[in-house]
């Protein structure tokens, strides 16, 4: 793999933000835990959190972008994973039972009467809100750390672009 200088993934930056953002939401008092709140620190995790330096590198084969970064992640946890052929990287099986319910909590969360189908930052920013406070899937799974949050922090930093479908 070629040295690109070590300068860190856009996506990876994304990720991070909002991962900071999730972070510092629910470390604030219950009673500031709004939408609003949420809104107002999407909204601001660039200037809130500066790009930090990251010394590796996204495997050569995914781009240096949130997409790159959420495809990796969507790898990592078997998304790729086909039972007959072995999909694209040669992996046999069924897919990590995580990357299964994210999807399944993904679906769900669209059907529900609140769901924003927008396609602006401040829509993808109410959907991953949904993904932290709904009834509707045991939304408890993305506020600590772990593979579901992983999963979430990638798919919210690229957007629905990149979201898992196999």
Do not use: C
Not at 74 to 99: C, M, Q
């Amino acid at each position: 793999m070629a040295d690109r200088g070590f300068s860190g993934s856009t996506g990876v930056t994304s990720a991070w933000r909002i991962d900071k953002v999730v972070d510092f939401f629910f470390g604030l008092p219950t009673s500031g835990q709004t939408s609003a709140k949420f809104a107002t620190l999407w909204s601001s995790r660039a200037a809130d959190w500066p790009e930090p330096e990251f010394w590796y590198e996204i495997p050569s084969d995914e781009g240096d972008t949130a997409a790159g970064w959420s495809s990796y992640i969507y790898r990592l946890h078997g998304s790729t994973r086909n039972t007959s052929s072995g999909g694209t990287y040669g992996i046999r099986g069924n897919p990590d039972a995580v990357i299964t319910q994210f999807r399944a909590d993904r679906t769900a969360l669209a059907a529900e009467s609140s769901h924003t189908n927008g396609t602006t930052d401040t829509d993808h920013g109410r959907r991953t809100y949904e993904f932290l406070v709904s009834a509707a899937i045991i939304s408890s799974n993305y506020r600590a750390g772990g593979q579901y949050r992983e999963l979430l922090v990638a798919w919210a930093a690229s957007g629905t672009s990149a979201a898992p479908s196999s």
